[in-house]
């Protein structure tokens, strides 16, 4: 098996830009997290989606943030407009639906906003 | 409000040796735990887990141990291998919420 794709694997831009990062997680698994990763906050959920249907998304920031599940095996998350503090590694991670199951996560965006 | 907590952020052992990783948690229903492992540049990769009807789970070297009564997980690795070196992170869920709360991570470093 692939593993969680994530997409692309570093970013940097400009403030006011903005960023669209994509996760293909693991064919059959019907849970899918974003994380954020700082070195203030630790890891920290954004949001997650069961079946495609956004369950959580209390951890989103602010509305500059959005994320999106089309379809089982993409997603995005979104950045407009973009802020140097959102500047961070940004997982993908996915499970088998519900429950308490192991999750399994990509390598991350690293994303760089000046 | 960090319901999981680490409070080593690092951990130094030699090679052979034991590393013994310490996690605490504050919130009563988490009732799945679970351990991942990070070197840099990568994603946490799962490691080990315990649901709360156990107190010891063993995988090869790696062990965790859990105290419900004192809100209190520990991850044992034996003999700890200079591959080992990475951060680790533990991680709790209450079972039918599905999201994990992780700790900050300990940065553990094997020396030879």
């Known amino acids: 098996d692939a593993g969680v794709i994530q997409s692309p694997r570093h970013e940097v831009t400009e403030m006011g830009q903005e960023v669209t990062l994509r996760c293909k997680p693991i064919?059959?698994?019907?849970?899918l997290f974003w994380y954020r990763q700082t070195m203030m906050r630790g890891l920290e959920l954004l949001i997650y989606f069961n079946n495609n249907v956004p369950i959580d998304d209390s951890g989103m920031p602010e509305d500059r943030f959005s994320a999106k599940m089309p379809n089982a095996s993409f997603s995005t998350l979104k950045i407009q407009p973009s802020e140097p503090r959102d500047s961070a590694v940004y997982f993908c991670?996915?499970?088998?639906?519900?429950?308490?199951?192991?999750?399994?996560f990509g390598p991350g965006t690293r994303l760089t906003v000046t | 409000d960090q319901q999981v907590k680490q409070n080593s952020p690092s951990l130094s052992v030699q090679e052979g040796r034991i590393s013994i990783l310490n996690c605490d948690y504050t919130n009563s229903m988490f009732d799945y735990f679970l351990w991942y492992k990070k070197y840099p540049a990568e994603g946490p990769t799962f490691l080990i887990s315990i649901s709360s009807i156990k107190d010891k789970n063993e995988d090869g070297r790696f062990t965790v141990f859990l105290n419900k009564s004192a809100k209190h997980l520990s991850l044992h690795i034996v003999p700890s291998q200079p591959g080992d070196s990475a951060v680790y992170f533990c991680?709790?869920?209450?079972?039918?919420?599905?999201?994990?709360?992780f700790g900050a991570g300990t940065q553990v470093v094997v020396t030879p």
């Open positions: 064919s059959g698994h019907n849970s």
């Open positions: 991680a709790a869920s209450e079972a039918s919420w599905g999201k994990l709360q």
């Open positions: 991670a996915s499970s088998k639906a519900g429950g308490a199951y192991e999750q399994y």
